[in-house]
């Protein structure tokens, strides 16, 4: 299969070199920067350089934009592609990004599938991408009603091959949802937290805890401006849980409660261990 692939930074470059690293299939890029295309060509990443006159050879193209640009891309190049090809997105969002692209898919005869790669580092950019980036990571398809089973066969088999170790399916508004709990209300904590005076003095004094909570505060600030902003109700709704629940650990502790702050100790331990299965 030729494969298309738009925007060849830390997720769309990983996605190229992984598919390459398999064998089976023809890989074009395209990025907005020429030199990150000459970069993928010289490390093998890409075959060669998708131009628009050459999406009609694309039977699948995936999209590793964000989301605004993503869509705008559908918009802008969607009738050059031939009717039956598969596209995919890579965004953390999906509602926004679905509902506006798929009624243009469904016009021009091509199927839109959102996805979502559950990896990533605290670097961006396509000289961090790797070919192991998704070893073992979840990938989360958000495919429309109706669409073929073959389809979303053919594209789990095709997942799993490039190294992703579960495929998820979800729909849109379940995606953003969790997502908004399991790694966007992360960030803002991770951010905010490093945020305070005695991070200067750190050194010395932090072990595990702090690193594991401080991993994500280094972050790309223009991705993840717009991802909270796409989808700013479902993580407002989780930011505002937590603040609810830290005030009441502060409370107890101001108030010297040891009962209280006990219960709500054991709570979370207990409900660490629930929601983990163990």
Not at 92 to 102: A, H, P
Not at 118 to 128: A, D, K, L, P
Not at 174 to 185: G, M, N, P, V
Not at 258 to 271: A, P, Q
Request: hydrophobic letters at 40%.
């Amino acid at each position: 299969m030729v494969i298309g692939i738009v925007g060849l930074g830390l997720i769309g470059g990983s996605m190229a070199k992984a598919i390459k690293q398999t064998g089976m299939h023809k890989v074009l890029g395209m990025d907005i920067q020429k030199s990150v295309v000459e970069r993928a060509l010289q490390a093998g990443a890409i075959d060669e350089e998708l131009a628009d006159n050459r999406f009609s050879e694309c039977g699948m193209v995936i999209i590793a934009l964000y989301p605004r640009e993503t869509v705008q891309f559908v918009k802008e190049k969607g009738n050059l592609f031939r009717k039956g090809t598969v596209i995919l997105d890579c965004c953390g969002v999906k509602q926004n990004v679905c509902s506006q692209v798929q009624p243009i898919a469904s016009r021009l005869g091509i199927h839109f599938v959102g996805g979502h790669p559950m990896t990533g580092i605290e670097f961006s950019g396509f000289e961090h991408s790797t070919g192991s980036l998704f070893k073992g990571a979840s990938m989360i398809l958000t495919p429309p009603e109706g669409i073929g089973s073959e389809i979303m066969d053919e594209l789990k088999q095709f997942f799993l091959s490039v190294g992703f170790g579960h495929i998820e399916i979800a729909t849109p508004e379940k995606h953003d949802r969790i997502i908004a709990y399991t790694s966007q209300l992360a960030h803002v904590v991770s951010n905010a937290y490093v945020k305070s005076p005695r991070a200067e003095l750190h050194k010395g004094f932090s072990a595990g805890s702090y690193l594991d909570l401080t991993r994500v505060a280094k972050l790309n600030p223009d991705m993840w401006t717009e991802l909270f902003l796409e989808n700013k109700e479902f993580l407002c709704d989780e930011i505002d849980g937590l603040i609810q629940r830290l005030t009441s650990y502060r409370d107890a502790i101001i108030n010297e409660s040891k009962e209280e702050l006990y219960k709500l100790l054991d709570e979370g331990s207990k409900r660490k261990v629930m929601v983990d299965g163990e």
